[in-house]
């Protein structure tokens, strides 16, 4: 059972994603007109590449940021991944150690006030977030760091999904997929993943294979040598945050550009790319680290096309 367990909690992990990304995109309209927020309207097929004029702000209500572009989304992106990397190779991570976990820290608190915000007002969702921040900084148990990444990515999904095309986050998805199997491919993820581990600030899941092991302190030895160790001999295995998040982003942005129905086609096919990939994994390449993102991107394409042509 243990060797199927990974598969199982991220499957659970996963679904907990998308059942909370729906839950925020419901809140997302009423939200921004309570909050005299405008976001121009966009056509689901469209993909602007460049930043394009933005239609004149209805009196009395104060412009979404202007992040519905492909082209500097995946600047931004992948300027991060590069200055990240130079950072790992130049800088000891015991220097880092303290630095990442801060940003981490404020990024996990981003993600619960963003939620937040969207039923309660300021008083309460800012000094929650700062509890889940902190709690995150100083608790290092696996359960929580789960529960607080599931958080941010919800955020970030639903939040920009609202910003972004349909078609504009698949071809995102699809680039990153790219990029996801390439940094697998000549191990440059899992060189990352290493560093990323002795700072206990891994952006991504840690799936224990037995469920004692869900309160595991970060700091244990089992998660800081988790890249060093032969499959059949690991405590956790990795699923990358990226995976999950792309595909949160796409049934967001599908739920505000085609509507609910053709968003839980997304969600349901992108799910079943996750199965896909652990099949691979594990009757394939025998436990070898394996790219999931590639096959969501793909299924997640498919049920694109559906929506779209049928």
């Keep these: 059972m243990s060797r199927f367990a990974p598969a199982l909690w991220s499957v659970l992990i996963y679904v907990i994603a998308q059942a909370l990304t729906f839950v925020a995109a419901f809140r997302i309209n009423p939200f921004l007109k309570e909050s005299l927020i405008y976001v121009p309207p966009q056509s689901p097929e469209s993909i602007p590449i460049l930043p394009q004029p933005l239609p004149p702000t209805p009196p009395g209500q104060t412009p979404a940021p202007p992040v519905n572009s492909l082209g500097p989304i995946l600047l931004y992106f992948l300027i991060l991944i590069g200055v990240l990397g130079i950072l790992l190779f130049i800088v000891p991570v015991s220097a880092l150690r303290m630095l990442l976990r801060i940003l981490f820290g404020v990024l996990f608190s981003w993600g619960t006030f963003i939620l937040l915000i969207l039923w309660f007002p300021v008083a309460v969702a800012l000094p929650a977030a ?14 929580l760091h789960n529960i607080v990444m599931i958080l941010a990515l919800v955020a970030l999904g639903a939040v ?3 910003l972004i095309s349909p078609w504009t986050s698949m071809i995102l998805v699809a680039v990153m997929a790219i990029y996801d199997f390439l940094a697998v491919r000549f191990g440059y993820m899992l060189w990352m993943a290493k560093k990323l581990t002795e700072s206990s600030t891994l952006p991504a899941f840690i799936i224990p294979h037995r469920a004692s092991d869900w309160n595991g302190n970060l700091k244990q030895s089992a998660f800081t040598k988790l890249t060093d160790e032969a499959s059949f001999e690991r405590k956790y295995s990795i699923l990358g945050g990226g995976d999950i998040g792309f ?3 796409l049934t967001s942005s599908t739920y505000f550009g085609y509507g609910l129905n053709p968003s839980i086609l997304v969600a349901g096919l992108s799910l079943v790319g996750l199965l896909g990939a652990y099949a691979i994994q594990t009757f394939i390449l025998k436990g070898k680290p394996m790219p999931a993102l590639p096959p969501i991107a793909v299924l997640c394409l498919i049920a694109l096309l559906i929506v779209r042509f049928c």
């Design 247 to 249: 595909a949160l982003l």
């Design 130 to 143: 700062v509890v889940v921040g902190l709690a995150w900084f100083f608790l290092t148990r696996v359960w």
């Design 160 to 162: 920009f999904g609202r």
